[in-house]
């Protein structure tokens, strides 16, 4: 019998700590099935991501590690899904820790250390470094730090 893993996402610029996390859930069974959340969805969280939900979730599918992509729409519909898709395994980092033990009446539900120094929010931070105000408030900092040192010369 096929031992199904499933795990849900938002999946924004799509990073090594992504990947590391989807290969070692797919090493816990036979098939991976990967709830991408749909920009709705991320929009009622009050997250706005870069890349929209059809490439996040065109990305997400064509990993060799994932056997299937679906939309995750709410929080409601995980036990649907478990039912849905007969998962053993329920699966996600450990910033999750302990929110989704309500599934363990249904299935195994296990929480997977996070790749450390690597995350879609210090990817926005830094490309939000490069905006046009940001380099403008890089040049007057930049400025500024030569007019001190120039005090020293
Ligand atoms: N994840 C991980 N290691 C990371 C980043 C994410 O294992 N360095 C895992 C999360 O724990 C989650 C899955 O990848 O189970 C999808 O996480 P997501 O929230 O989409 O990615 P983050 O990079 O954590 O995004 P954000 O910074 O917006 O929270």
Redesign the pocket.
Same mark, same amino acid.
């Given at each position: 019998m096929k031992r199904v893993v499933l795990?849900?996402?938002?999946? $924004?610029l799509f990073?090594a !700590? &992504?990947l =590391? @996390?989807l290969k070692r859930l797919k090493d816990l069974g036979d098939y991976l099935v990967v709830g991408v =959340?749909t920009d709705k969805f991320n929009e009622s969280k009050g997250?706005k991501t870069i890349i929209s939900f059809q490439d996040r979730i065109k990305i997400i599918s064509e990993l060799k590690c994932v056997d299937l992509a679906i939309p995750e729409e709410s929080w409601d519909q995980k036990i649907e899904d478990v039912k849905r898709f007969n998962a053993s395994i329920f699966g996600?980092? &450990? $910033?999750?820790e302990g929110h989704f033990d309500f599934l363990r009446n249904h299935c195994e539900v296990i929480y @997977?250390?996070?790749?450390? !120094?690597? =995350?879609?929010? @210090?990817l926005k931070n830094t490309l939000r470094a490069f905006d046009n105000s940001h380099v403008d408030d890089l040049k007057k900092a930049l400025d500024l730090i030569s007019s001190i040192v120039e005090r020293f010369d």
């Open positions: 795990t849900y996402g938002t999946f $924004d990073h !700590g &992504h =590391s @996390l =959340s997250k996600m980092g &450990h $910033d999750w @997977l250390p996070r790749t450390e !120094g690597i =995350s879609s929010t @210090l």
